[in-house]
């Protein structure tokens, strides 16, 4: 019997990319696959989104095994090369990079790569994280133009700090700055993520990148990916492995951390932080179970956690239980974990199988 397993629904991942495609229908549309797709497959992804006019990923490892599995389209490198070896590779694979720093300007003008190779010059426009300054941007342009390392037109791409909260005037301010050092120039644009896709019309530019969303979760602890008309990609689903009947005042679990305060019965559901669902869940973490919400009573372990099903509970073994997903949107649980859904569904570990929903 499977228990713990990711239900995938590729055709919710087709509806959510032509969905946000309706948010900015002038734009090419890169989908964010880094993280094996944040835990729904990268190469199932990649495969289904046929019409991504590129991916992006975070590593060059997650890029090359995309091109030696077929993928042909464009593959952007979001945080460029770290060692001139990595960026022979992606010049021979012809993966798109981000020079962001020093020691990467150096490294690609200095090199002797086998080909040319499309670069995107990163800014900080507010991060603060990677990213050239306002001061060095004239330097850095015209020497990655010199270069005969570089392929067609330097593009240019920036990445936002609070696009998920619309009352920050952060956004603003990183728009018009991304504007005022670019707007001199043809190249292609960059700064828009999920949020600024949703939010921030006047942040797509020429590319946009959405991660999240495509997933069919919301970018914002505000809402629900249904808010924007997504639909959840990713189910995670277990079974019941045992109903007890638990008595008034009994303790449950590691250190004893939970005691009922009625007469009921207990779930255990094959579901633990070896899995991924994290042990940090508090009494009252929603679980989806025969039609209705239930709360996480006891610690979570290795393999198990437990739910309380109430006294009049007709659930059985073997039923099917939802963590999150079509039933329990992943941003509810999210909330009660006290945690965002791109570190739940990116933490699953790989003794949860990764199945297509029919
Ligand atoms: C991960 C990432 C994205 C995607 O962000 P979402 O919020 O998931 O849409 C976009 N751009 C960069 C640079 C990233 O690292």
């Known amino acids: 019997m499977l228990t713990a397993e990711a239900v995938i629904d590729l055709q919710a991942l ?44 975070a590593r060059i490892e997650e890029a090359l095994e995309l091109r030696a599995a077929g993928i042909e389209t464009p593959i952007l490198l979001l945080e460029g090369c770290f060692c001139l070896e990595d960026l022979m590779l992606a010049a021979e694979q012809r993966f798109h990079t981000v020079v962001h720093s020093d020691f990467q300007l150096q490294q690609f003008t200095s090199a002797q790569l086998p080909a040319p190779i499309q670069v995107w010059l990163k800014l900080d426009t507010g991060m603060h994280r990677v990213g050239i300054e306002r001061e060095q941007f004239c330097e850095f342009v015209q020497q990655l133009q010199r ?92 079974k019941l492995i045992s109903v007890r009947q638990h008595r008034k005042g009994e303790p449950i679990g590691y250190g004893e951390i939970w005691r009922a305060s009625e007469d009921t019965l207990v779930g255990v559901v094959a579901m633990g932080y070896g899995d991924g ?52 949107p992943i941003e509810r649980v999210a909330q009660a974990l006290d945690t965002i859904p791109y570190e739940l569904c990116i933490k699953l570990t790989k003794r949860v199988a990764k199945t297509l929903a029919s």
């Not at 734009?27 to 990268?42: F, N, R, S, T």
């Open 147 to 238: 270069s005969s390392n570089l392929a067609g037109e330097l593009g240019f791409i920036s990445h936002l700090s609070c696009a998920d909260d619309l009352q920050s005037d952060t956004t603003a301010r990183q728009i018009a700055l991304f504007e005022e050092l670019t707007k001199a120039y043809s190249g292609p644009k960059t700064l828009a993520n999920s949020a600024g896709v949703l939010f921030w019309p006047d942040a797509q530019y020429d590319y946009v990148r959405a991660g999240i969303s495509l997933y069919g979760i919301s970018p914002s602890e505000q809402s629900i990916g249904q808010d924007y008309q997504l639909k959840p990609v990713m189910s995670l689903k277990s």
């Open 14 to 57: 087709q509806h959510n990319y032509q969905t946000l495609k309706q948010h900015c229908p002038q734009q090419q549309l890169v989908a964010v696959i880094k993280g094996d797709a944040y835990g729904h497959g990268a190469l199932r992804v990649a495969q289904t989104l046929t019409s991504a006019d590129m991916f992006a990923v």
């Open 277 to 328: 669902y994290p042990r940090s869940a508090p009494a009252g973490t929603p679980v989806y179970i025969n039609g209705r919400i239930v709360p996480i009573v006891g610690r979570v372990s290795m393999d198990m956690l437990t739910v309380d099903l109430g006294a009049d509970a007709s659930d059985k073994v073997g039923d099917s239980v939802e963590l999150w997903g079509r039933q329990l």
